[in-house]
């Protein structure tokens, strides 16, 4: 009797090991690992080809996904990628690459997966030292200096993002992803909206369905105001995209807010104000941005303000009135960016929202995709009424007739127009996936 309890009790501490050494160590079969060693990407994805983003083993599918990712299948990469999410998968992931790489020290592509994982973790100087050690051993490795570089910029260490994103590309000038970091990395900091058209060209040049690229090129010529070309990327990433669908909404919905405030408050534009004094601190808050920088951007967020507040439209015509006889040019500037934002309203925000309106996500904000549509719908109208009184205001004026010239008669030099750096709307992912 007390044999058989204690055999028992033997066996359930043998099962309960061996099940924790299944999770601790995820079995990868040996013919892979062999692949992987070996880089052979094309095998190392043929002997998975049975994994799925549903498959039980984060770590087969983040082996696959970077398998992919080295073969510039994207796409399939990125959902693999985007199919391990949790702590415990990021964990697990962790253990498999450190035993891997314990066993094949002397391989820089042991320091690569480490790496990884850390940096899933959100440990990024720890994943620093390991993207280090790997390109010590193998200084033109690319998904090393790719997987870096994107460590780099997850610090806003720019420069040196840049030197790596740009060797990835001289070592490996067929490497799509590289070429979408460091586009990417334009977008994220606010600055360069031609790098990141540039780069993310090649990117598509070499991965035309590269849904990434697309949403980033996209985000580019919507910085440089041409919102034909971006609206295009955007309805191919909607007809493209099969996991990225949130990636694609957040961006969109993102500059909506941007152009024309907050989506909770469009949603509640029909709602009014009581605080009066919050409305003219923010009135001149955002006539401060329009002031220093007269740009389409600033102009439809000053004019979409006041329209929301009609009881402000004296206050806002004195301002601009008051700046434009001041600056000439700024006058010129602005009445033809209030000319223009029915461009915006009829156009690019029609567009953008008939993109969301093919997409079925939820933002957990309180309301759906068809909520707001409908308010930018009528937030359209809204802004159509508001800039045609201020630029009938300015137009009387003749600001538009005097853009180059000041009362003086000393000639002056065009504003440049450009999105505020540092302040830009867009979400674009790189494809590695580290946040």
Same mark, same amino acid.
């Given at each position: ?53 549903? +498959? ?10 970077? !398998?992919?990712? $080295?073969? %510039?299948?994207? @796409?399939?990469? *990125? ?101 979408? +970091? ?10 360069? !909206?031609?790098? $990141?058209? %540039?780069?993310? @060209?090649?990117? *598509? ?121 001041? @600056? ?108």
């Amino acid at each position: 009797m007390n044999r058989n309890i204690f055999s028992k009790g033997i066996l359930i501490i043998a099962l309960t090991v061996i099940v924790q050494c299944a999770i601790a160590k995820p079995l990868v079969n040996r013919q892979v690992e062999t692949a992987v060693l070996n880089e052979n990407w094309a095998n190392v994805a043929n002997l998975l080809s049975s994994v799925n983003v549903q +498959s039980s083993s984060p770590a087969l599918r983040l082996i696959k996904a970077h !398998a992919l990712l $080295a073969q %510039n299948r994207n @796409n399939e990469s *990125l959902c693999l990628f985007l199919s391990v999410s949790s702590a415990r998968d990021f964990k697990q992931w962790r253990r498999w690459a450190d035993d891997f790489a314990a066993r094949n020290s002397r391989k820089a592509i042991s320091y690569y997966f480490v790496g990884d994982a850390l940096a899933r973790l959100k440990r990024l100087d720890a994943a620093q030292k390991m993207f280090d050690h790997g390109i010590k051993l193998q200084a033109t490795h690319p998904l090393l200096l790719n997987a870096r570089g994107i460590n780099y910029a997850a610090q806003e260490k720019w420069d040196n993002a840049l030197i790596d994103f740009y060797m990835a590309t001289k070592v490996n000038s067929s490497f799509a992803d590289a070429y979408a +970091s460091h586009a990417t990395m334009y977008i994220r900091k606010g600055d360069g !909206a031609e790098g $990141a058209l %540039n780069w993310s @060209n090649r990117a *598509l040049e070499i991965s035309p369905d590269f849904v990434l690229a697309l949403n980033t090129r996209a985000s580019a010529n919507f910085a440089l105001g041409k919102w034909e070309q971006a609206q295009q990327d955007f309805q191919s990433v909607r007809e493209k995209a099969t996991c990225i669908s949130g990636i694609l909404a957040s961006n969109i919905v993102k500059i909506i807010e941007y152009m024309n405030g907050n989506i909770v408050e469009l949603a509640n534009s029909s709602k009014k104000t009581k605080n009066t004094q919050n409305v003219g601190t923010t009135l001149l808050s955002l006539f401060d941005k329009l002031k220093s920088n007269p740009s389409r951007w600033n102009a439809n967020r000053f004019v979409s303000y006041v329209g929301k507040h009609p009881d402000q439209m004296k206050f806002a015509t004195v301002m601009v009135n008051g700046e434009a006889s001041l @600056n000439q040019t700024w006058g010129g500037r602005v009445n033809k960016h209030f000319n223009d934002i029915d461009k915006w309203n009829s156009g690019g925000a029609k567009v953008l929202t008939s993109v969301l309106g093919g997409l079925n996500v939820s933002f957990g904000i309180g309301y759906d995709l068809s909520n707001i549509m409908e308010h930018q719908n009528n937030v359209t109208i809204r802004n159509q009424r508001t800039s045609k009184t201020l630029s009938n205001s300015l137009s009387r004026q003749n600001w538009h007739q005097q853009q180059h010239s000041n009362p003086s008669g000393v000639k002056t030099e065009p504003m440049v127009e450009r999105l505020d750096e540092g302040n830009w709307p867009f979400v674009v992912n790189y494809g590695l996936n580290y946040k």
